[in-house]
């Protein structure tokens, strides 16, 4: 069982910051991806960032530039800075962890951007 702890979630105004936080615990590998995806009201899950244990990182196109993913490998912790924030950043945002084949969620933190 792995277990997702998210937190920075909030209201900001377009063009402000953000910075979230998720902490592992459990059935967790040090060499588990982590990551986080988002999902606005009427659309899917999409991947926002994600982070291997070497430190390998990819970035959906949209958020390129803008946001920054890192992680703690001792703290079992991946953060994601988010700067220049869009109205269209407004999402639910979830943690991931991917290893063994399986995902792992977090319970989502709420992001809104005031236009």
Excluded at 24 to 45: C, D, L
Excluded at 59 to 75: E, L
Aim: with cysteine; net charge positive.
């Amino acid at each position: 069982q792995v277990h997702l702890v998210e937190s920075g979630g909030g209201l900001v105004q377009a063009g402000g910051s953000l910075r979230l936080s998720c902490a592992a615990s459990g059935s967790i590998f040090s060499f588990m991806t982590m990551g986080w995806y988002r999902q606005a009201p009427g659309n899917q899950r999409d991947l926002v960032a994600t982070i291997t244990s070497g430190g390998s990182t990819n970035y959906a196109d949209s958020v390129k530039g803008r946001f920054t993913i890192s992680r703690d490998n001792a703290k079992n912790t991946v953060y994601l800075q988010m700067n220049s924030l869009k109205p269209e950043d407004t999402a639910v945002y979830y943690c991931n962890v991917h290893q063994g084949g399986m995902h792992y969620w977090g319970q989502g933190t709420q992001v809104t951007i005031s236009s």
